[in-house]
């Protein structure tokens, strides 16, 4: 589990953007984190013992990615998960040396400029968490996977990897028609389910037996994941020139008979 990611500035060991991507937070010191941080790499470096790439406590593993002027850290909770916050780093630390590397070398002190790179960071973290977990296996691992994390990422990061996971299973599709057609396909393998279509641009998806919200009792839940997925899969450059928005108006989560789904396409 991908807890937090921090991009510091090397030398100077100032917090250049934080992102957390869980609902649980760890209590810490961005500041001092990131000087215990920009010390360590130092230390190793003036040693010359090789960059440092990682670190365990009790709890939590540390993974560092850096190049000559930043370090991008993330926190991760169970250590199986390695491949793809290393290879999340790695992109992260990447792109913003690409778009900021020279804002960088002269920067006023002043966090705000970096702050949509957030965007940045969601976009790889999900991309490769959902090529690792979801779209390679598909739908074997895909329930497991997402009521493995759903409890603890925030329900916009559940919809934004069941969108990439939509987007990744609709890639092949050749035309509009067929569109539709293997969106039920793909909700046929993951569970019963019927299709309304009330007009072109405006259906209802209803899911009976939900493998998201099964045994989960609870108002404020919601099947995030589906209505991503849905999302994902109808928003293809088949499309582009529409809107897709899903919005789950019954849940059997809340007592609901069914999960229904409601699409709009404008
Ligand atoms: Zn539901």
């Known amino acids: 589990m991908l807890l937090e990611i921090f991009i510091i500035q090397k030398g100077s060991s100032f917090l250049l953007l934080h992102r957390s991507f869980t609902t649980k937070t760890i209590a810490m010191n961005g500041v001092l984190f990131s ?18 790439t990682h670190f365990e406590t009790g709890d939590h593993r540390v993974l560092i990615s850096s190049n000559q002027d930043i370090i991008v850290v993330g926190i991760v909770e169970e250590s199986k998960e390695d491949n793809f916050v290393e290879i999340s780093l790695k992109k992260i630390s990447e792109q913003f040396y690409e778009q900021f590397g020279q804002n960088i070398k002269n920067w006023n002190g002043d966090t705000q400029i970096f702050e949509p790179f957030a965007k940045n960071v969601d976009e790889i973290v999900y991309s490769e968490f959902t090529q690792l977990y979801i779209s390679k296996d598909f739908p074997k691992h895909v329930i497991k996977v997402i009521r493995q994390f759903q409890d603890r ?16 299973r609709a890639r092949n599709i050749k035309t509009k028609k067929q569109l539709k057609k293997k969106l039920r396909k793909e909700l046929d393998l993951i569970s019963i389910n019927h299709v309304n279509e009330f007009t072109e641009e405006n259906l209802e998806i209803e899911i009976n037996l939900c493998p998201v919200c099964r045994g989960i009792k609870n108002d404020n839940f919601s099947c995030k994941f589906i209505e991503g997925f849905i999302e994902g899969f109808l928003q293809h450059e088949l499309l582009a020139d529409m809107t897709i928005k899903a919005k789950e108006t019954s849940c059997i989560a809340h007592g609901d008979k069914a999960c229904i789904f409601s699409v709009e396409m404008i």
Do not use: D, H, R, Y
């Open 35 to 52: 000087g215990m941080i920009s010390a360590i790499s130092l230390f190793t470096k003036e040693l010359k013992i090789g960059q440092i």
């Open 153 to 168: 990422f925030e329900p916009n990061v559940m919809k934004l990897i069941g969108f990439k996971a939509g987007q990744v």
